[in-house]
């Protein structure tokens, strides 16, 4: 079928679509009733039917390829490689499983998960889905508040963390991030499941708190842990992201409509099936890991590559080399990691055999037209850009190459995916916007199955986020988007104060309330500025209280508590200390104007602006350099 017939079809008739997709996952029970819809917008997917992510991703493939390899754990910064078929995969989610469950975690409990991106990791992940628990992935690069916060909303009775992760050669250590998180937190977990990878000798271990997984395990290694069957709207998995609060954002996503997104898609967009290969770079921590590094390669047969490590170490063919090695034919990554890639000796690619290498995919951020016609015209295969966002799971927006390759626009992540009825809202008069004319993403409910449930706990938070921003019930994407007269959509950026920092979604407010955290600081703004490789890259300007510190002194340790609080990955990349912020007569701060003069771009309509000695005081700043940075 072309992909014109596959979403009409979708579209036109979304209960015999579904219905047929859904027989690409194993179901115990089979579902009593593909839609319901009682309650808009949420809805019921594939309703009483009882599956298992854990089954289809292992189990069922164990008569067909118990000897093909599921997982491969490259990791050129311990320069350790683990290759596990799936009989040997099975094993180890069962052993894991066992010592899960002799630590009390069933049905419906949480677990976070705060670990590199390592085949443990994945591992720790399908035990959890074995027995029915909720996991909550939380990104091994944030910090021990980023940890805390997260623990407090999900309340888990196991937090599973590594002794370490590695980052250019240089160790991690996670535990005591874990440790101080669990000091802050209100609801820490009974139990922290240490898995050991000998990184940190001085791993420090709270006695009948903390276990040892390795010990744990001695007396789990025949363990046989039954599947635990979940009806298909039951929660998988929870996945935190930054909205406009300081507060994150749980995700939550069900077990049937996801693994059926999954299916779909590994078929139709990236084009693996069962015994071929794909390589996604993302971490575990990200929603392209939950889908496209451990779910949807596994569910459908396929092997699945996990690399920890940087793009360019020992050097920058790695990623190629293991192309070549493991003969992959789908790369997925980001388009920040790719502008690293283009710094380097072109040559670095041509070194090795990429003849098995059909498509990559970019994901996470918007794909600039210099990087993709780069590495287009370097690999020789079509480059496919795709838009999604933790909340869908899956692509929103994306060319399909499994079904038939419809032609790539250069700055446009393409087409609808099957099932997504896409509109673009002019944001003033909550009508169609025309084509070519700037509005807002949206999605038509009932949102397909793989998307996001609700917000975990608070339906209310799901409603008012995304789907009370227009007089007609619509899921806003918060993305202003255009349409052109071939139905391709480009993407302009964030409706709200999210960042998009190397393609993770950081929220500004988080890393104002950071800033802001420290005694000297009076106020804080925090912008995404304009970055070369980044994408985006988070600014500071802040104001003190009165006081004797040293500016510079006050500003370099704004960004080490951001560090020390949220992690790396929030590190300001310039901080400039100011007299005053600039802001609306009624006290909102003029962020866009602050972005806008940072990237030296006209500061826009200034006729609400309170001060505007503010506005010199900016630019003066901007003139004389950061305080820190
Ligand atoms: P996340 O939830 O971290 O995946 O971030 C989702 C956000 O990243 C989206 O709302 C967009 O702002 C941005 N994004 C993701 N993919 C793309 C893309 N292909 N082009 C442009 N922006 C993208």
Same mark, same amino acid.
């Given at each position: 079928?072309?992909?014109?017939? #596959?979403?009409?079809?979708?579209?036109?008739?979304?209960?015999?679509?579904?219905?047929?997709?859904?027989?690409?996952?194993?179901?115990?029970?089979?579902?009593?009733?593909?839609?319901?819809?009682?309650?808009?917008?949420?809805?019921?997917?594939?309703?009483?039917?009882?599956?298992?992510?854990?089954?289809?991703?292992?189990?069922?493939?164990?008569?067909?390829?118990?000897?093909?390899?599921?997982?491969?754990?490259?990791?050129?910064?311990?320069? $350790?490689? *683990?290759?596990?078929?799936?009989?040997?995969?099975? *094993?180890?989610?069962?052993?894991?499983?066992?010592?899960?469950?002799?630590?009390?975690?069933?049905?419906?409990?949480?677990?976070?998960?705060?670990?590199?991106?390592?085949?443990?990791?994945?591992?720790? #992940?399908?035990?959890?889905?074995?027995?029915?628990?909720?996991?909550?992935?939380?990104?091994?690069? %944030?910090?021990?508040?980023?940890?805390?916060?997260?623990?407090?909303?999900?309340?888990?009775?196991?937090?599973?963390?590594?002794?370490?992760?590695?980052?250019?050669?240089?160790?991690?250590?996670?535990?005591?991030?874990?440790?101080?998180?669990?000091?802050?937190? *209100?609801?820490?977990?009974?139990?922290?499941?240490?898995?050991?990878? *000998?990184?940190?000798?001085?791993?420090?271990?709270? =006695?009948?708190?903390?276990?040892?997984?390795?010990?744990? =395990?001695?007396?789990?290694?025949?363990?046989?842990?039954?599947?635990?069957?979940?009806?298909?709207?039951?929660?998988?998995?929870?996945?935190?992201?930054?909205?406009?609060?300081?507060?994150?954002?749980? &995700?939550?996503?069900?077990?049937?409509?996801?693994?059926?997104?999954?299916?779909?898609?590994?078929?139709? &967009?990236? !084009?693996?099936?069962?015994?071929?290969?794909?390589?996604?770079?993302?971490?575990?921590?990200?929603?392209?890991?939950?889908?496209?590094?451990?779910?949807?390669?596994?569910?459908?047969?396929?092997?699945?590559?996990?690399?920890?490590? $940087?793009?360019?170490?020992?050097?920058?063919?790695?990623?190629?080399?293991?192309?070549?090695?493991?003969?992959?034919?789908?790369?997925?990554?980001?388009?920040?990691?790719? =502008?690293?890639?283009?710094?380097?000796?072109?040559?670095?690619?041509?070194?090795?055999?990429?003849?098995?290498?059909?498509?990559?995919?970019?994901?996470?951020?918007?794909?600039?037209?210099?990087?993709?016609?780069?590495?287009?015209?370097?690999?020789?295969?079509?480059?496919?850009?795709?838009?999604?966002?933790?909340?869908?799971?899956?692509?929103?927006?994306?060319?399909?190459?499994?079904?038939?390759?419809?032609?790539?626009?250069?700055?446009?992540?393409?087409?609808?995916?099957?099932?997504?009825?896409?509109?673009?809202?002019?944001? #003033?008069?909550?009508? !169609?916007?025309?084509?070519?004319?700037?509005?807002?993403?949206?999605?038509?409910?009932?949102?397909?199955?793989?998307?996001?449930?609700?917000?975990?706990?608070?339906?209310?938070?799901?409603?008012?986020?995304? %789907?009370?921003?227009?007089?007609?019930?619509?899921?806003?994407?918060?993305?202003?988007?255009?349409?052109?007269? !071939?139905?391709?959509? %480009?993407?302009?950026?964030?409706? !709200?104060?999210?960042?998009?920092?190397?393609?993770?979604?950081?929220?500004?407010?988080?890393?104002?309330?950071?800033?802001?955290?420290?005694?000297?600081?009076?106020?804080?703004?925090?912008?995404?500025?304009?970055?070369?490789?980044?994408?985006?890259?988070?600014? &500071?300007?802040?104001?003190?209280?009165?006081?004797?510190?040293?500016?510079?002194?006050?500003?370099?340790?704004?960004?080490?508590? &951001?560090?020390?609080?949220?992690?790396?990955?929030?590190?300001?990349?310039?901080?400039?200390?100011?007299?005053?912020?600039?802001?609306?007569?009624?006290?909102?701060?003029?962020?866009?104007?602050?972005?806008?003069?940072?990237?030296?771009?006209?500061?826009?309509?200034?006729?609400?602006?309170?001060?505007?000695?503010?506005?010199?005081?900016?630019?003066?700043?901007?003139?004389?350099?950061?305080?820190?940075?």
């Amino acid at each position: 079928m072309t992909y014109d017939d #596959m979403y009409r079809w979708s579209t036109d008739d979304p209960e015999g679509f579904w219905a047929e997709q859904a027989r690409r996952i194993d179901w115990h029970v089979p579902p009593q009733r593909t839609l319901e819809y009682e309650r808009p917008p949420f809805r019921r997917w594939f309703v009483g039917g009882q599956t298992n992510l854990c089954h289809n991703a292992v189990d069922r493939h164990l008569d067909e390829r118990p000897d093909q390899l599921a997982l491969v754990g490259v990791s050129t910064e311990t320069g $350790l490689t *683990r290759e596990l078929t799936y009989r040997v995969l099975h *094993r180890e989610v069962n052993v894991f499983a066992q010592v899960l469950c002799n630590l009390g975690v069933g049905k419906g409990d949480r677990v976070v998960i705060y670990m590199p991106h390592t085949v443990e990791a994945a591992v720790a #992940m399908l035990a959890c889905a074995r027995l029915g628990a909720i996991h909550s992935v939380v990104f091994g690069g %944030f910090a021990s508040h980023n940890l805390a916060l997260r623990i407090d909303d999900a309340k888990p009775c196991v937090l599973i963390c590594a002794d370490a992760g590695m980052r250019s050669g240089k160790v991690i250590p996670y535990k005591p991030l874990v440790d101080a998180a669990l000091e802050e937190s *209100r609801f820490p977990p009974q139990h922290v499941l240490v898995v050991n990878r *000998r990184l940190d000798p001085a791993v420090p271990m709270t =006695r009948g708190r903390d276990v040892d997984f390795s010990v744990a =395990r001695a007396g789990c290694e025949d363990a046989d842990v039954p599947v635990t069957w979940l009806e298909s709207n039951e929660p998988s998995y929870i996945l935190y992201t930054s909205g406009t609060t300081g507060k994150p954002k749980g &995700v939550q996503r069900d077990v049937g409509g996801y693994a059926v997104a999954l299916a779909l898609s590994m078929q139709t &967009v990236y !084009d693996v099936g069962p015994g071929q290969v794909m390589f996604s770079t993302s971490d575990i921590g990200w929603v392209v890991g939950h889908s496209y590094n451990v779910y949807g390669p596994l569910i459908v047969g396929a092997t699945s590559i996990l690399y920890e490590g $940087l793009p360019t170490a020992p050097d920058p063919g790695i990623w190629w080399k293991i192309c070549a090695d493991y003969g992959v034919r789908t790369l997925f990554s980001s388009p920040t990691a790719i =502008r690293v890639l283009k710094k380097q000796d072109v040559t670095w690619l041509k070194r090795h055999d990429l003849s098995a290498l059909s498509w990559l995919f970019l994901a996470g951020e918007p794909l600039d037209e210099p990087t993709a016609a780069w590495i287009e015209s370097a690999l020789g295969k079509p480059v496919i850009d795709n838009y999604w966002q933790t909340e869908t799971g899956w692509p929103v927006l994306t060319l399909q190459p499994g079904l038939d390759l419809k032609p790539v626009k250069l700055g446009s992540p393409g087409l609808p995916n099957l099932g997504y009825r896409l509109r673009v809202i002019d944001e #003033m008069t909550g009508n !169609d916007a025309a084509p070519n004319e700037k509005g807002v993403l949206v999605i038509e409910p009932p949102l397909p199955p793989g998307c996001m449930t609700t917000v975990w706990g608070n339906d209310d938070r799901f409603l008012a986020s995304y %789907f009370s921003h227009f007089k007609e019930l619509l899921y806003s994407s918060l993305d202003w988007a255009v349409r052109d007269d !071939d139905g391709y959509t %480009f993407i302009l950026g964030r409706t !709200d104060d999210v960042i998009n920092v190397a393609g993770h979604r950081l929220g500004t407010r988080e890393i104002e309330e950071s800033v802001a955290s420290h005694p000297g600081v009076a106020e804080a703004a925090v912008v995404g500025v304009h970055d070369e490789v980044k994408g985006q890259v988070p600014v &500071v300007f802040a104001t003190l209280k009165p006081g004797d510190g040293s500016v510079a002194t006050s500003a370099s340790e704004m960004g080490q508590r &951001v560090v020390e609080q949220l992690g790396g990955v929030a590190r300001p990349a310039r901080i400039y200390v100011v007299n005053a912020l600039p802001k609306t007569r009624s006290g909102k701060l003029l962020r866009r104007s602050l972005q806008a003069l940072a990237e030296q771009r006209d500061p826009g309509d200034l006729s609400t602006l309170d001060d505007p000695g503010a506005l010199d005081e900016i630019r003066q700043a901007l003139e004389r350099g950061p305080d820190a940075g």
